[in-house]
Every structure is written in C-alpha cells, then in structure tokens.
C-alpha cells in the first residue's frame, strides 16, 4: 500500500507564497504520474499541476507561471511551492500518485487546507 503525508497548508495573505510537502512511502509502481490536486470550497477537484514517469511537468492555466510542482527521489516527497497566491487559490490541497497500466493504483493524501485572504 503506498501511503501520502501532506504537510505545509495554512493560511497567508494575498501575494504570499507557501510550500506543501508529501512524503511518499510504500509500494510505489513502477510507471507512475505524481499530481497535486485541489478542492475549493463548493467546487470540482481540480488538476493543479503533474509530474508525468519521464519527469515532464505540466500546470493548469490558473497556476500557470505561479507554482511549481517537483519532486526529490533522496528525500522520497513531492512539493508543490505556491508564489503570488490569489484568493481563488483557496482549497484543500491533495498529493496523488496514479499508476499508468492499472487503475486501481491511485492513492491519494489526506488533504492539507490553503487558505489565501486579507
């Protein structure tokens, strides 16, 4: 079973930034996407940007230029660093890995709350 810890939500004031963190543990497959999703308030789950398995990264318009998604294989976690944070960005933040071949790998994070107002 492979299990994701978020961390780093909060709250911060319009054009701040923040860093979540996921710790990736267990049995991870071996082809493989690593997504950040978010869920704002009232609001479909949103893909926010992903790292594909040949390490090509890719970002919603919406974050397009403002956050960064990346990975480190030595600590074994998948960031997503957040600059010029909007109030729209508002929402819990999810980590997700989805295996490429089967649909039953899909493993998510618990959720971690951002919260962007004055």
């Known amino acids: 079973q492979v299990h994701l810890v978020e961390s780093g939500g909060g709250w911060v004031q319009p054009g701040g930034s923040l860093k979540l963190s996921c710790v990736i543990s267990?049995?991870?497959?071996?082809?493989?996407?690593m997504n950040w999703y978010r869920q704002g308030p009232g609001k479909q789950r949103e893909l926010v940007a992903l790292?594909?398995?040949?390490?090509?990264?890719n970002y919603s318009n919406s974050v397009k230029g403002r956050f960064t998604i990346s990975s480190d294989n030595a600590e074994n976690t998948l960031t997503l660093q957040m600059n010029n944070l909007k109030p729209e960005d508002t929402a819990v933040y999810y980590c997700?890995?989805?295996?490429?071949?089967?649909?039953?790998?899909?493993?998510w994070g618990q959720g971690t709350q951002v919260t962007v107002s004055s």
């Open positions: 267990g049995s991870v497959p071996d082809l493989f996407f």
């Open positions: 997700n890995l989805k295996g490429v071949v089967s649909p039953d790998n899909d493993y």
């Open positions: 790292i594909s398995p040949n390490g090509k990264t």
